[in-house]
């Protein structure tokens, strides 16, 4: 079907003003100096008493209003906001607004290769690969697990920008000791694998990580750790430049470039040093102490090295059991998880995507949504929204709620498309999302038609003043899934967001 002309809306950000949770980290041990200097930094709480509005409409000055505030604080100890489709969703503008409410915000996995886009309270844009986006709450410190490889340059060339733009940094970053270094060379790895496929390639990022997730997997990876040992730090690096050689004829290594890098990675340690620390101790102290953390998610379920569009996937874990593996935290003290979803479809490079809209329709959805890639500025590809991979997601991570973003963008469509089912060439019915590509290439999706609501909603905030078909379109997804929606954006902004 033809999509109508479409319009991205934007949105003025509303800023208002409101208490401040109280209350951040108090580690024993090694940790007690660092958090004890960053609780002496922050700010007193201060209390704001408001205009004769009714409390109902009293808005924090991330616009979270009293019904999203009681939403939020009902989250669980140990919080977790995950992707449901290929990426993209905007997992970091709610992470950003949730991280208010939390003591720390974790990253488990992934590494440059996830962007997140999150606007500040007077509408600056930031794009983080790296840091988590808890980042532009003063009052949150910021985790980066064992399971992220870590690109040092790219680190400290987003802190850098953070700091210019007047976002402390120092000592609200923490980098575990025990994740992967990420090194330019595999960035180049990268390339020359993508190019070695040529057709069939995986439409990577480019950006190393999975050549860095290989050097992790076949051990002769370095870690954040092996920066304190500079007497033995050459030989290893040695070890896995010369192993990079040897399988790659276009990848030129020789002693100049060993001692380069060598010389470069002395000043990162110098640099990083007061950034590391034992994560799993951390984490697990924390937890004990009854602080509250936020685990945030890179890339999505799809894009799962197990359960993904294998083999168009990344090369980590971004679904729950990620969330253990890559913080060293128990299964038993994950609560509720959060997923992202689009209120369509989306997903970057190649692979499977069965409710793609080809042609104009396609291009037109792109540019209403503004998808283009955070990290690597290629344009998505453009779709109606999959229930039924969706659902897959949600069985496979149990989430508590959803959080459906970029409903705005269809707000000029006569009618929106569901991807209800997938059925075999004979009419049979498909029972889940299939491993088999070649299934996939062959399935026919059946769409449910809904009406649109062919007016702006980018300035609505309560759920109950979204039009009636707008509101039918929310209400037939928590159906068909059987998870609630309990956020809904209609806008880049952090007050962009309707508390359900």
Request: net charge neutral; hydrophobic share 35%; with cysteine.
């Amino acid at each position: 079907m033809n999509i109508s002309t479409l319009r991205l809306d934007s949105n003025p950000i509303t800023t208002a003003t409101a208490t401040h949770r109280n209350g951040i980290l108090g580690c024993n041990g090694t940790y007690s100096c660092r958090f004890n200097q960053f609780q002496q930094r922050k700010k007193t709480p201060s209390v704001i008493v408001c205009s004769t509005k009714p409390l109902a409409s009293v808005v924090d000055h991330q616009g979270v209003n009293e019904s999203g505030l009681s939403r939020i604080e009902s989250l669980s100890q140990v919080s977790g906001v995950l992707g449901c489709q290929w990426g993209d969703e905007g997992k970091g503008k709610l992470v950003d607004i949730l991280a208010k409410h939390f003591d720390i915000v974790a990253r488990c996995q992934g590494g440059a290769n996830a962007g997140h886009t999150i606007y500040n309270s007077e509408g600056k844009k930031f794009a983080l690969h790296l840091v988590p986006s808890g980042i532009l709450n003063e009052e949150t410190l910021c985790v980066i697990g064992s399971g992220v490889v870590v690109h040092l340059p790219g680190l400290f060339k987003e802190i850098d920008g953070l700091e210019a733009n007047g976002v402390s940094c120092q000592g609200r970053i923490l980098v575990s000791d025990r994740a992967h270094l990420l090194f330019d060379f595999h960035q180049e790895i990268d390339r020359l694998r993508e190019a070695e496929l040529a057709k069939s390639f995986i439409g990577t990022t480019k950006r190393g990580i999975g050549p860095c997730y290989s050097s992790k997997v076949i051990r002769n990876g370095l870690r954040v750790s092996d920066l304190r040992h500079m007497d033995i730090f050459p030989q290893k690096l040695d070890l896995l430049l010369s192993d990079a050689a040897a399988r790659f004829p276009g990848f030129k290594y020789g002693p100049d470039m060993l001692r380069e890098e060598v010389e470069r990675y002395k000043k990162f340690a110098e640099r990083l040093e007061p950034f590391v620390a034992d994560t799993v101790h951390f984490m697990n102290d924390a937890i004990s102490q009854k602080k509250k953390i936020l685990v945030e998610g890179g890339q999505a379920t799809m894009l799962d090295i197990d359960f993904g569009t294998y083999p168009f996937v990344t090369s980590s874990s971004p679904s729950a059991g990620g969330i253990c593996t890559g913080l060293g935290i128990a299964p038993r003290v994950v609560g509720d998880l959060v997923g992202v979803v689009k209120a369509y479809t989306t997903r970057v490079g190649s692979g499977p995507f069965p409710t793609e809209i080809m042609g104009k329709g396609g291009d037109l959805l792109r540019f209403a949504g503004q998808e283009f890639g955070t990290t690597t500025g290629r344009p998505r590809r453009c779709g109606w929204l999959d229930i039924v991979a969706l659902r897959f997601c949600c069985q496979i991570n149990g989430f508590a709620s959803l959080n459906l973003t970029k409903l705005d963008v269809l707000s000029d469509l006569p009618e929106i498309q569901l991807g209800v089912t997938y059925r075999h060439p004979d009419g049979s019915a498909l029972n889940s999302f299939p491993s088999d590509l070649r299934l996939l290439e062959q399935i026919k999706v059946e769409y449910e038609v809904l009406p649109g609501w062919k007016s702006d909603i980018s300035s609505i905030r309560k759920y109950t003043d979204l039009p009636k078909a707008a509101r039918e379109y929310v209400e037939r997804i928590e159906e068909l899934i059987g998870v609630p929606i309990h956020y809904i954006g209609i806008g880049p902004g952090r007050d962009a967001l309707i508390y359900k």
